[in-house]
């Protein structure tokens, strides 16, 4: 019964921005760490990323800059903040959560940069 749910994905051109929000249900425990992973047509899934309850964060480099990970502990909730959007930038983005061995997906939303 545990889920996660995005929101904020969709179309935008090129040097916009996005907000995408993930909030978890179902859940009798907190994630210890939740982050955004991406997956593009013919390519594998990569970690775009992830943040821990404690506020460390990592980053892809090739988002290093642009987007900005963050979250609400007590909602068990992440957002990604995306600034200068690239067409390269267009994939499934997903969200995740993990307590030690445990880990949650969500269905995916899908984000377009147009150029």
Do not use: H
């Amino acid at each position: 019964q545990v889920q996660l749910v995005e929101s904020g994905g969709g179309l935008v051109q090129a040097g916009g921005s996005l907000r995408l929000s993930c909030a978890a249900s179902g859940t009798i425990f907190s994630f210890n760490a939740m982050g955004w992973y991406r997956q593009a047509p013919g390519k594998q899934r990569e970690l775009v990323a992830g943040v821990t309850s404690g506020g460390s964060t990592n980053y892809a480099d090739s988002v290093k800059g642009r987007f900005t990970i963050s979250r609400d502990n007590a909602k068990n909730t992440v957002y990604l903040l995306m600034n200068s959007l690239k067409p390269e930038d267009t994939a499934v983005y997903f969200c995740n959560g993990e307590r030690g061995p445990f880990r949650v997906w969500g269905q995916g939303t899908q984000v377009t940069v147009s150029s």
